[in-house]
């Protein structure tokens, strides 16, 4: 596509249960990244993924988050029994030298 | 530990004016910087990119420093237009690793009629 889609655009969960936010980044981009943004916080780095390489999983705040990417391209972040810290905007973004983001999924934990 | 600052208030100009946005940062020694804008609701979007190397950057309307001594980007918007109004992220990097990206909190800018 022209563009990093990602989908939900808008998710609201109560605390418990599972999401999987979708990531469809730009065709050809081979790395991809996985970023939370939270008010008043600066963009945190989750994961990130690199053609065939392993994963750098170093940012995944804890065991209940994880992140596929199949088949070198689209991605899905999963959170499982979601918190109400959890509550965040999540990006994901392509490279081509500079970083291309997609417009997020806000995730509203009750 | 690494810390980045960016104007932590709200700027506001006349339309025409030249917006001035702050980025320091402390014990980091990167290998470029990145200025980004973002827009509510929206992903931020790239900018510009200076390299260690080099004192400055423009593009159209837009000019950005990098002084690795005073360790200090500016980012400047000559004659602002309020379409300019938005958050504007400035973002370090080492050697080849965007997944070290430093992010500032950035500055929102509000540019009036």
């Known amino acids: 596509g022209a563009g990093v889609s990602q989908s939900p655009s808008n998710k609201v969960t109560e605390k418990g249960k599972d999401v999987e936010l979708r990531c469809d980044p730009i065709?050809?981009?081979?790395?991809l990244y996985w970023y939370r943004q939270s008010l008043g916080q600066g963009l945190e780095f989750l994961i990130y993924?690199?053609?065939?390489?392993?994963?750098?999983k170093s940012g995944l705040p804890s065991d209940r988050f994880s992140a596929e990417r199949t088949g070198g391209s689209v991605s899905t972040l999963t959170i499982q029994r979601t918190q109400q810290e959890d509550s965040a905007v999540y990006l994901c973004?392509?490279?081509?030298?500079?970083?291309?983001f997609g417009e997020g999924s806000r995730l509203t934990v009750l | 530990s690494q810390k980045i600052e960016q104007n932590s208030e709200a700027l506001n100009i006349q339309e025409g004016k030249t917006a001035t946005l702050t980025c320091n940062y402390t014990?980091?020694?990167?290998?470029?910087l990145q200025w980004y804008r973002q827009d509510p609701g929206r992903g931020p979007v790239f900018l510009l990119l200076?390299?260690?190397n080099e004192k400055e950057k423009r593009k159209e309307r837009l000019k950005v420093t990098f002084d690795t001594t005073l360790k200090q980007s500016l980012f400047h918007i000559t004659a602002s237009q309020p379409a300019d109004s938005a958050t504007y992220l400035c973002?370090?990097?080492?050697?080849?690793?965007?997944?070290?990206?430093?992010w500032g909190l950035g500055t929102s800018l509000a540019v009036n009629p």
């Open positions: 973004a392509c490279a081509g030298g500079e970083l291309f």
């Open positions: 065709s050809g981009h081979t790395a």
């Open positions: 993924f690199q053609g065939n390489s392993a994963p750098d």
């Open positions: 014990n980091y020694s990167p290998a470029y």
């Open positions: 200076i390299r260690e």
């Open positions: 973002a370090l990097g080492g050697a080849g690793n965007n997944r070290k990206l430093i």
